[in-house]
């Protein structure tokens, strides 16, 4: 059965830290204490992607209008190139849009060169190089999307 949209429920903490564990080496993935820092958030907004079984993916942004910072996106190994990602980052775009986001940005690292593709797939670009920006020593790049007008009809 394939993965459907849901918000994020706190009995869904377990698995979205697990989840973030297997994305991200040790150092770049959240701990315990950050993740559910950013997920309570007051601005905060988590999108899930699961069936009955499991957890395919999910998508945690902060939102400030009119800009918005995507935290983390995170698909199961299992779950890449199916869409999981794009559906996730595309309903939280419409979302964001909804409520008065014109500008969205995010971090990733300079040679993950995956997420690059796929974010500038999704229409984001390269702003800047964050000098040592994941534990003090890797490179990341600061990229943003405008959102268009259409996007959120």
Not at 5 to 11: E, F, G, I, S
Not at 32 to 43: C, D, E, G, V, W
Not at 67 to 75: E, F, R, S, Y
Not at 105 to 118: C, I, K, Y
Request: charged share 25%; with cysteine; net charge positive.
């Amino acid at each position: 059965m394939p993965a459907t949209l849901r918000a994020y429920d706190p009995k869904d903490f377990a698995p979205l830290f697990k989840l973030d564990q297997a994305c991200f080496p040790p150092g770049i993935s959240y701990t315990k204490t950050m993740l559910r820092y950013f997920l309570t958030l007051p601005s905060a907004d988590c999108l899930v992607a699961a069936d009955e079984k499991r957890i395919a993916g999910f998508i945690l942004t902060e939102e400030n209008p009119p800009l918005a910072h995507i935290i983390t996106l995170d698909v199961s190994e299992k779950d890449r190139r199916t869409g999981v990602g794009s559906k996730l980052l595309a309903e939280s775009e419409r979302n964001l849009q909804l409520r008065g986001v014109k500008t969205i940005l995010l971090e990733t690292s300079v040679d993950n060169e995956p997420a690059v593709a796929f974010w500038q797939r999704h229409g984001y670009r390269i702003e800047a190089v964050l000098k040592r920006y994941y534990l003090g020593r890797l490179d990341a790049y600061e990229m943003r999307k405008r959102l268009s007008a259409s996007q959120g009809q």
